[in-house]
């Protein structure tokens, strides 16, 4: 919780003037970090889970995915309200917001996934598959969309491209904004892994009294 | 060589001899994508101004629908009498299994296509004679097959089952349909200049999701 | 399948005993604090676009939003895994007084 509170601190002292909508940047950009960083640990996970059965990677890659999701709804979430006033619209369809729905919508199917399996580790085992194909996908989506925008270069409203201009205290600025927001991934990872350890002595306890 | 062919063509053999027997599948893909047709020149009014920019994506979503559908009827006879458990005794590796079932559902699918696509044309009257055209038909139902095979035996001991194929399948196959629908549409339009990039990005997703599911079949399949 | 259920968590890098939930007092002092340092946050903020006379006010309501609803998005996760991990506990504790129970009366 600490690093929340630093997270604050970083937003009251150092105000950009440059616009004050700019600001929304500060959140947008570092979920987008740690939402691939997320998926990427689910990948990481599941590869690990795959190769050597053990438990911890599967709590980790259902962690992971569930705090990436959560993250990637607010990223989408924020970009939107963040594109209505400088675009002038909520959503276009260029590639990387493309990408990040499709991602969305392979992270919810893998949570589903799991929430609908028969058992506990067969749902562990098919997620983990999941998690390998919708990663491994994330490239081949943008890569894809990338080649559909240069042939439909006009959507519903073109936007100009990004604020690219980053001087060096907003760079120092989303930076710090990107490292606390790790740091909270981490808090977050580590608090769900702590109750799929719960969830796992409960069982255990369970199966060793018989009562089910 | 032998141990790794010899099975696959068996179980492709097992699932045409039963698909032969009932035609579920196809008939299932072939009706539903034909519906698909008829209710989307409702929707979209085909004029000779327009056609090209519809008819490439109502005959790719067609096919995709149609396909899942087929799928879930696939998955329905796997579940049906234990013949998942009958594979998995048989005495070859896991991704022999998948390249067999690969196999099976691909065969289906462009079997249904044959029909599918020449009927779209004479539908929306548009030409589709060009050496293009199969290719890209081709490409999109390997990657499409590919992936539906490994969802499909993810799906079969999944709760509502028929729910998950669809969510679990359509994002994963998002990139082959766009690259099927960008190239058909510039056969289409009869430009076929960028067409080895779509054609490019359907190999290279065959060939990665191919390796990828082959790879992880054993662990999708294991009790 | 023996394996899986008698998983130690022992071997688990997380302790849980360094998780344990805190108390509701403490989340409200938290909650203050962070509602106090963005009211704050939001008035510096007025005062500094008024200085500088870029007077947008029709952009506030979006970055307050997107505050708003980031922050509730993540402290509601977080009390919402907190929560179902003193449930978890108190039934951990409840089984594990049974087990004692029905061992000692045997």
Redesign the interface.
């Known amino acids: 919780?600490i690093t929340?509170?630093a997270l604050?601190?970083f937003?009251?002292p150092t105000?950009m003037?440059m616009?004050?909508?700019q600001?929304?940047l500060y959140?947008?950009v570092p979920?987008a970090w740690i939402g691939f960083l997320a998926f990427f640990v689910v990948f990481i996970g599941s590869v690990m889970y795959l190769w050597k059965k053990a438990?911890?990677w599967d709590g980790l890659a259902q962690a992971a995915a569930e705090?990436g999701v959560?993250c990637t709804?607010?990223m989408l979430?924020?970009g939107a309200?963040?594109a209505?006033?400088v675009w002038g619209v909520w959503w276009t369809w260029d590639p990387r917001l493309t990408t990040s729905t499709i991602l969305w919508l392979m992270y919810v199917g893998y949570l589903m996934l799991r929430g609908y399996a028969p058992s506990r580790?067969q749902g562990a085992r098919y997620a983990a598959v999941m998690g390998i194909v919708a990663f491994v996908n994330v490239p081949i989506v943008y890569y894809s969309t990338i080649l559909w925008r240069t042939v439909h270069p006009e959507m519903v409203i073109g936007p100009a491209s990004e604020t690219g201009n980053l001087d060096s205290q907003m760079r120092t600025v989303l930076l710090f904004s990107a490292l606390t927001f790790t740091l909270?991934f981490v808090y977050?990872v580590?608090?769900?892994?702590?109750?799929t350890?719960?969830?796992?002595?409960?069982?255990?306890?369970?199966?060793?009294?018989g009562i089910y | 060589m032998n141990y790794f062919l010899i099975p696959i063509l068996q179980i492709a053999y097992k699932d045409i001899i039963l698909e032969l027997r009932t035609k579920d599948i196809f008939v299932t893909i072939l009706i539903f994508a034909l519906l698909m047709g008829v209710i989307f020149s409702f929707v979209f009014v085909p004029t000779k101004q327009n056609v090209v920019l519809i008819l490439p994506g109502t005959l790719w979503v067609s096919i995709t629908f149609a396909g899942v559908l087929g799928f879930n009827r696939s998955l329905v006879l796997e579940k049906d009498k234990g013949n998942l458990d009958g594979l998995l005794l048989c005495p070859v590796t896991r991704d022999v299994i998948y390249f067999g079932k690969f196999l099976g559902l691909f065969l289906f699918m462009i079997s249904a296509e044959i029909f599918i696509v020449p009927l779209y044309a004479v539908l929306y009257n548009v030409s589709i004679l060009d050496v293009g055209i199969p290719v890209i038909v081709i490409l999109t139902t390997i990657g499409f097959a590919a992936v539906g095979t490994l969802f499909s035996a993810i799906c079969v001991n999944t709760r509502s089952r028929e729910v998950m194929l669809p969510i679990l399948l359509l994002p994963v196959s998002v990139p082959i349909i766009v690259a099927a629908v960008e190239g058909t549409r510039s056969i289409l339009e009869g430009s076929p200049v960028g067409i080895e990039r779509w054609v490019q990005l359907l190999a290279a997703f065959d060939v990665i999701f191919l390796v990828l599911a082959a790879f992880t079949f054993g662990a999708v399949l294991e009790e | 399948?023996i394996e899986?259920?008698?998983?130690d968590?022992r071997k688990?890098?997380?302790d849980?005993k360094k998780?344990s939930p805190w108390r509701g007092r403490e989340y409200a002092k938290?909650f203050s604090?962070?509602l106090c340092?963005?009211v704050?946050?939001l008035i510096?903020?007025g005062v500094?676009?008024l200085e500088?006379g870029?007077l947008?006010d029709?952009?506030?309501p979006?970055?307050f939003?997107?505050?708003s609803?980031?922050w509730a998005?993540?402290f509601g996760?977080?009390f919402y895994?907190?929560r179902?991990?003193r449930d978890?506990?108190r039934?951990?504790a409840e089984?594990?007084d049974?087990?004692t129970k029905?061992k000692n009366s045997k």
């Open positions: 919780m929340n509170l604050i601190f937003w009251a105000e003037v616009g004050l909508v600001k929304v959140v947008h979920l438990q911890p705090v959560l709804t607010l979430v924020t309200i963040w209505k006033p580790e909270l977050l580590k608090e769900r892994l702590a109750l350890c719960a969830y796992d002595r409960i069982l255990s306890i369970r199966h060793k009294e | 399948m899986y259920y008698q998983y968590i688990e890098f997380i849980m998780w938290l604090l962070t340092l963005m704050f946050g510096s903020m500094e676009s500088t870029k947008s029709s952009n506030v979006f970055l939003a997107v505050f609803i980031t998005a993540f996760y977080a895994i907190r179902r991990q978890l506990e039934e951990i089984l594990t049974r087990y029905t």
